[in-house]
């Protein structure tokens, strides 16, 4: 065989691979991608609601979220520190071991719900802070201390999904949230705009919604952990352990890095919405529509990324090096092929997206050229979220976390600070500064990622 013959069957050899990987990923991360777009679409409807509510709700609905995004993150990133944990004991075929993980992450859970329970309840020093217009301040106000009821199921929620995904078993994240989306819509609606026999709570309505839900999606997710035969040789409710230091501290250790990281990015948007705010309503209102937009299309590369942990982890638990590549290497493939086309609807269509949430001229027109600018940063934001994901299957969290801050602070916030307020961009201008902290992020974990996979993973 010539060498030319050789290369071109080695070639086919590593498409193939590539192909199958691929495959195998996509597999685990569709219910998981369909998952995060029923939660996602949650707040979607919320806006939607809101937005012909009236637009001072819409702000209002829009601030008090962007409150609760900082909270929820801390605790879905702290929690993920499951899903690796779970994961690399599935890799090694000790799925005996995970019940163990599960009940330790309870307590955890416990802990950190309760926290958030009481800080959102004190959230107003946070909104005057910020800078929130004194007319939105109340509605805000409102929306915060109804969802707080949630937050104690948001804990729950969120240590049952991340133990079913590190077993790769991720459908069920897609059913309990589609059970959400299906309770939340005509919920909210009656609770905001009064009817069925409701009162009309106006934005309360939509955090009273969100917590009922909340309670809802984690009753069930915890009674098909219990039921459901998969789990069974998990033994996830097999005894009651009491909190065991080691344990927890090692979960912690893990996942206060993610919840870091995860803060960092979010933080960077809910600055950014708290900056819109000074521009007026017309800002504080386009930059809402344009940022659910963009949360919309994130859910898609956030899927991928999960399911990435989970094959990393998994590879991991095997003592495949390898294998951690090849899963890198397949996900990177998939959020390629979405965010071109998540940047191409948002390019060609932005007017017909924007219309959807409001019928204000001015609001509509500003929507539009700051979805133009999403659709800009839709490769570095999947790449970035793809590989932090991945970063988090090896447990390395640490370095990401300094990455990200860096990112998004150092070099998005500032450049979005320094274009918006300083050479008077406004709003385009923040997002500017959104653009180029994603791109630096993007960059280094994809680095970090590569330099792990060869040199760092024994």
């Given at each position: ?19 199958e ?6 597999v ?20 939607v ?28 990133g ?19 071991e995970?019940?163990h ?8 859970a ?10 959102l ?18 509605g ?69 919604a ?16 219990a039921?459901d ?11 009651f ?12 250790k ?27 309503p ?7 529509i ?8 994130f859910?898609?590369?956030?899927g991928?990324g ?43 269509a ?5 219309d ?37 299957g ?9 990455i ?5 602070w ?12 300083e ?36």
């Amino acid at each position: 065989m010539s060498e030319s013959e050789t290369r071109q069957g080695v070639g086919s050899g590593r498409f193939a691979r590539l192909r199958e990987e691929c495959g195998r990923t996509f597999v685990l991360a569709l219910p998981l991608v369909v998952g995060q777009l029923l939660l996602i679409s949650m707040n979607v409807a919320d806006t939607v609601l809101s937005g012909k509510l009236s637009t001072d709700t819409l702000a209002a609905v829009s601030m008090g979220y962007n409150a609760w995004i900082l909270a929820l993150l801390v605790v879905i990133g702290v929690l993920m520190a499951v899903t690796p944990a779970v994961a690399q004991l599935d890799g090694a075929r000790r799925r005996g071991e995970v019940g163990h993980v599960f009940r330790q992450s309870l307590w955890i859970a416990l802990g950190i719900g309760s926290l958030l329970f009481v800080g959102l309840r004190f959230a107003d020093p946070l909104l005057e802070l910020a800078g929130v217009a004194p007319e939105i301040r109340p509605g805000a106000r409102e929306f915060l201390a109804a969802i707080s009821w949630g937050a104690p199921a948001l804990a729950l929620f969120s240590t049952a999904k991340s133990t079913s995904e590190g077993l790769s078993l991720t459908r069920p994240t897609m059913y309990v949230s589609a059970l959400g989306l299906v309770v939340l819509v005509p919920l909210a609606w009656a609770l905001m705009y009064g009817r069925l026999g409701a009162p009309k709570l106006g934005a309360a309505g939509a955090g009273y919604a969100h917590a009922t839900v909340l309670w809802i999606e984690a009753g069930a997710y915890l009674a098909i952990l219990a039921r459901d035969p998969r789990y069974r040789d998990a033994r996830l409710f097999e005894r009651f352990d009491a909190p065991e230091l080691a344990a927890i501290a090692h979960l912690l250790k893990v996942g206060l890095p993610m919840g870091v990281s995860i803060v960092m990015e979010g933080g960077l948007f809910v600055a950014t919405a708290w900056m819109s705010v000074t521009f007026g309503p017309v800002s504080s209102s386009a930059h809402a529509i344009a940022l659910n937009v963009a949360s919309v299309t994130f859910m898609v590369p956030l899927g991928i990324g999960m399911a990435t942990t989970v094959r990393v982890g998994n590879a991991v638990g095997r003592r495949d090096r390898a294998g951690i590549a090849w899963a890198g290497a397949s996900g990177f493939v998939l959020v390629l092929a979405t965010q071109t086309i998540g940047a191409t609807v948002l390019f060609v269509a932005p007017n017909a997206i924007a219309d959807i949430y409001t019928d204000d001229a001015a609001v509509l027109a500003l929507a539009s050229t700051l979805l133009g600018l999403a659709a800009v940063f839709q490769m570095s934001d999947g790449v970035q979220v793809l590989f932090n994901g991945a970063l988090r299957g090896l447990e390395d969290t640490l370095v990401p976390a300094l990455i990200t801050t860096l990112s998004y602070w150092g070099i998005g916030f500032t450049v979005g600070w320094w274009l918006g307020k300083e050479l008077n961009q406004g709003p385009v201008g923040l997002w500017k500064g959104l653009v180029a902290g994603l791109t630096s992020s993007a960059l280094l974990l994809f680095a970090r990622f590569a330099w792990k996979a060869r040199y760092g993973v024994r």
